[in-house]
């Protein structure tokens, strides 16, 4: 059975660095690519939002004794197969992995454009996954009837 204080509490941390990214966005990648510090620093509050997630996909295949995913997509496609979270957001959430990835190991620089986009218009994606893990997991712990 999924542990629901953790989960609460992953939720939350997950709402906090939305929240963080949404409040620096700028209004053009421009912008953000003239201050490097508010580069990094956005860019970090991106990929653990990212990182969170999988978090969490982790812990609920973990507690649910599912089949181990491999990598972080699979976890995702793990919670659609077990009616967690639907294939819009498997496949959003997949996608985000790319851009966790270059944040996380350097690869070949920032994509300026694409933090900015994902700040200004997939941010949704996130908090889509929260809520369906959330209704999941109410749905879970409901006593039988």
């Known amino acids: 059975m999924v542990n629901k204080d953790l989960l609460a509490t992953k939720l939350?941390?997950?709402d906090g660095r939305i929240a963080r990214v949404r409040a620096r966005a700028p209004e053009s990648p421009q912008a953000l690519e003239e201050d490097l510090d508010s580069l990094d620093?956005?860019?970090?509050?991106?990929?653990?939002?990212?990182?969170?997630?999988?978090?969490?996909?982790?812990?609920i295949i973990t507690d649910e004794r599912w089949a181990s995913a491999q990598t972080l997509r699979e976890g995702f496609a793990r919670l659609r197969e077990h009616g967690v979270i639907d294939m819009p957001t498997e496949a959003a959430l997949?996608?985000?992995?790319?851009?966790?990835?270059?944040?996380?190991?350097?690869?070949?620089g920032i994509d300026v454009a694409?933090?900015?986009?994902?700040?200004t218009r997939k941010l949704g994606d996130l908090?889509?996954?929260?809520?369906?893990?959330?209704a999941w997991a109410e749905q879970r712990?409901?006593?039988s009837e």
């Open 41 to 59: 620093l956005f860019a970090f509050n991106l990929m653990l939002s990212v990182q969170i997630c999988a978090d969490i996909a982790s812990h």
């Open 94 to 108: 997949k996608q985000a992995v790319g851009l966790r990835n270059v944040v996380a190991h350097g690869y070949a």
């Open 141 to 143: 712990c409901k006593p």
């Open 12 to 14: 939350a941390e997950l």
């Open 114 to 119: 694409l933090c900015h986009t994902a700040a």
């Open 127 to 134: 908090e889509r996954f929260a809520q369906q893990v959330s």
